[in-house]
């Protein structure tokens, strides 16, 4: 938001002149002897910025900022300090963010016994057949990298139902009194979208659920109270504007959170600008197509206007939708999560009514169904007949995309919404997951900001850290945090510091 009104005063003040005026504009605030980065090519850097209300009026010179100021104008010393617009998460998930810092928080893990070690610690603190829920580990650098099981859960919590999400949030491990508690056993089939691990021997389910079979037993797990659920948002925001972030847009969720952030913003509680969407297809999205959207409620912070859809898992849990199987596991090319005949009259829908659809695809195979689809719904309903006639629908993402389909999203008018820190948290199993070819369409943002379409950039949090300044070295550097990158990581994807600004 600020970047967009950063850009229009310049250009407003590129092409006027300033003439006399019987009454001279006067600021409320003016920073003066800034650094201060504009992203705007005409005028990319500037000294002095002037803000009246909640509008800035003013980007230029120290003299020129001077111009606007009264005696009542509170003047800042920037002391040669650094200015960026205010930056924007293009993809979030608010209440993931502050129930990760409510309840276990898993991150950082560096081994099976650390990560057994600090779930015990919960675990023992727990009363007997309370459930243990908690997020963030990932197995990636644990020696072997291989996901945990339910026997080893098994060994630390042998009566406490315990389910445990990996930071992806695509795939738990749960330990047998919760599998027993949710009826899960050799028998159960897989439900749509979703698979239950099994052992290659016994048959045994071994504790792993991904994507929609996390459902068969997060629904045991007692429901968060309304003060907690309240608590996560709040806790969620805290963290955010601490870290820098002045907007977020929160990748899906329901109308009870659409609830909190009302009452919460109504309240004055939580001053954060949030882009808010809600599942689909299903009774979320049914209602948002029915009711319309809201805009810029609560002084210009609170939107709701885009559908969330998920059309396939995640690429670590191998249940992203690859158009050939997987490298290192033959038998599988992963599955899609969302039924056509369910998507296409939402999206038809979606078009009349002027509602942005945003949906998470991570494999090629995902990415494919999902611009068909998208294109299927733009030839159904032409321009004329659209509330909006250009959508800006968004796919979530577009991280495993065939290079067919790269100018695609161009030619349809689809923004890629990226995740840079996808990028260097992957590149340690994503060779081996796809093999050396497919990462040429892999996190590929270089090629798509070649072929003209703007990509937005996100941390996905709580799936990663949701830090900016870990994304932006993500998006330049192209190398995990120690400044490692694997063979066949395509550097020349990595963007210069001006197109991540
Ligand atoms: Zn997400």
Redesign the pocket.
Same mark, same amino acid.
């Given at each position: 938001m600020k970047l967009i009104l950063l850009a229009a005063s310049l250009l407003l003040l590129t092409l006027f002149t300033p003439a006399p005026q019987p009454t001279q504009a006067v600021a409320d605030i003016v920073f003066k002897n800034g650094n201060i980065y504009t992203a705007n090519d005409r005028a990319p850097k500037a000294e002095a910025i002037a803000v009246k209300g909640d509008r800035i009026i003013f980007v230029g010179s120290n003299a020129g900022a001077q111009k606007l100021v009264i005696p009542k104008t509170r003047v800042v010393d920037l002391k040669g300090n650094t200015v960026l617009p205010g930056f924007t998460d293009s @993809?979030q @998930?608010l209440s993931g963010v502050g129930q990760r810092e409510m309840t276990l928080n898993l991150e950082g893990t560096t081994s099976l016994q650390d990560f057994l070690a600090k779930v015990k610690a919960r675990v023992d603190q727990a009363k007997a057949g309370e459930w243990v829920t908690g997020r963030g580990w990932i197995e990636t650098h644990w020696q072997p990298p291989v996901f945990p099981t339910r026997w080893d859960l098994d060994k630390i919590a042998p009566n406490n139902p315990v389910i445990l999400g990996r930071a992806d !949030?695509h795939g738990s491990v749960t330990n047998s009194a919760a599998l027993k508690l949710a009826g899960v056993d050799k028998d159960t089939p897989n439900p749509f979208g979703g698979e239950i691990s099994k052992d290659k021997q016994s048959g045994e389910p071994n504790g792993m659920l991904l994507d929609a079979a996390q459902g068969l037993v997060r629904r045991r797990v007692p429901p968060t109270s309304a003060e907690d659920a309240e608590r996560a948002v709040v806790l969620g925001v805290k963290r955010d504007i601490a870290l820098g972030w002045t907007q977020i847009q929160d990748? !899906?969720g329901s109308y009870a959170d659409v609830n909190i952030f009302k009452k919460l913003y109504e309240a004055g509680t939580i001053k954060l600008r949030i882009y808010k969407a809600v599942y689909g297809p299903g009774p979320n999205a049914a209602r948002l197509l029915n009711e319309g959207p809201i805009i810029g409620a609560y002084e210009n912070r609170f939107n709701v206007r885009t559908i969330k859809v998920v059309s396939d898992g995640a690429l670590g849990s191998r249940g992203a939708a690859l158009l050939a199987p997987y490298s290192d596991a033959p038998d599988t090319s992963g599955f899609l999560t969302v039924k056509a005949e369910e998507l296409r009259p939402m999206l038809v829908d979606a078009l009349r009514k002027g509602i942005q659809v945003e949906t @998470?695809a991570i494999g090629d195979r995902a990415n494919r169904f999902i611009l068909d689809e998208y294109e299927a719904a733009f030839k159904a309903v032409p321009a004329a007949e659209r509330k909006i006639v250009e959508p800006r629908w968004r796919v979530?993402h577009a991280q495993i995309v065939n290079p067919a389909d790269i100018p695609r999203f161009a030619q349809l008018g689809v923004i890629p919404s990226m995740q840079p820190s996808h990028a260097i948290g992957d590149l340690f199993f994503a060779p081996s997951r796809l093999g050396m070819e497919r990462l040429v369409g892999a996190y590929a943002w270089e090629s798509f900001i070649k072929s003209g379409v703007v990509v937005p950039g996100g941390s996905?949090a709580p799936?990663e850290r949701g830090e900016p300044m870990i994304e932006f070295y993500a998006a330049v550097a192209r190398k995990d945090q120690k400044g490692f990158s694997g063979e066949g990581w395509h550097p020349e994807e990595a963007v210069t510091r001006e197109q991540a600004l």
């Amino acid at each position: 938001m600020k970047l967009i009104l950063l850009a229009a005063s310049l250009l407003l003040l590129t092409l006027f002149t300033p003439a006399p005026q019987p009454t001279q504009a006067v600021a409320d605030i003016v920073f003066k002897n800034g650094n201060i980065y504009t992203a705007n090519d005409r005028a990319p850097k500037a000294e002095a910025i002037a803000v009246k209300g909640d509008r800035i009026i003013f980007v230029g010179s120290n003299a020129g900022a001077q111009k606007l100021v009264i005696p009542k104008t509170r003047v800042v010393d920037l002391k040669g300090n650094t200015v960026l617009p205010g930056f924007t998460d293009s @993809h979030q @998930h608010l209440s993931g963010v502050g129930q990760r810092e409510m309840t276990l928080n898993l991150e950082g893990t560096t081994s099976l016994q650390d990560f057994l070690a600090k779930v015990k610690a919960r675990v023992d603190q727990a009363k007997a057949g309370e459930w243990v829920t908690g997020r963030g580990w990932i197995e990636t650098h644990w020696q072997p990298p291989v996901f945990p099981t339910r026997w080893d859960l098994d060994k630390i919590a042998p009566n406490n139902p315990v389910i445990l999400g990996r930071a992806d !949030g695509h795939g738990s491990v749960t330990n047998s009194a919760a599998l027993k508690l949710a009826g899960v056993d050799k028998d159960t089939p897989n439900p749509f979208g979703g698979e239950i691990s099994k052992d290659k021997q016994s048959g045994e389910p071994n504790g792993m659920l991904l994507d929609a079979a996390q459902g068969l037993v997060r629904r045991r797990v007692p429901p968060t109270s309304a003060e907690d659920a309240e608590r996560a948002v709040v806790l969620g925001v805290k963290r955010d504007i601490a870290l820098g972030w002045t907007q977020i847009q929160d990748a !899906g969720g329901s109308y009870a959170d659409v609830n909190i952030f009302k009452k919460l913003y109504e309240a004055g509680t939580i001053k954060l600008r949030i882009y808010k969407a809600v599942y689909g297809p299903g009774p979320n999205a049914a209602r948002l197509l029915n009711e319309g959207p809201i805009i810029g409620a609560y002084e210009n912070r609170f939107n709701v206007r885009t559908i969330k859809v998920v059309s396939d898992g995640a690429l670590g849990s191998r249940g992203a939708a690859l158009l050939a199987p997987y490298s290192d596991a033959p038998d599988t090319s992963g599955f899609l999560t969302v039924k056509a005949e369910e998507l296409r009259p939402m999206l038809v829908d979606a078009l009349r009514k002027g509602i942005q659809v945003e949906t @998470h695809a991570i494999g090629d195979r995902a990415n494919r169904f999902i611009l068909d689809e998208y294109e299927a719904a733009f030839k159904a309903v032409p321009a004329a007949e659209r509330k909006i006639v250009e959508p800006r629908w968004r796919v979530e993402h577009a991280q495993i995309v065939n290079p067919a389909d790269i100018p695609r999203f161009a030619q349809l008018g689809v923004i890629p919404s990226m995740q840079p820190s996808h990028a260097i948290g992957d590149l340690f199993f994503a060779p081996s997951r796809l093999g050396m070819e497919r990462l040429v369409g892999a996190y590929a943002w270089e090629s798509f900001i070649k072929s003209g379409v703007v990509v937005p950039g996100g941390s996905d949090a709580p799936v990663e850290r949701g830090e900016p300044m870990i994304e932006f070295y993500a998006a330049v550097a192209r190398k995990d945090q120690k400044g490692f990158s694997g063979e066949g990581w395509h550097p020349e994807e990595a963007v210069t510091r001006e197109q991540a600004l």
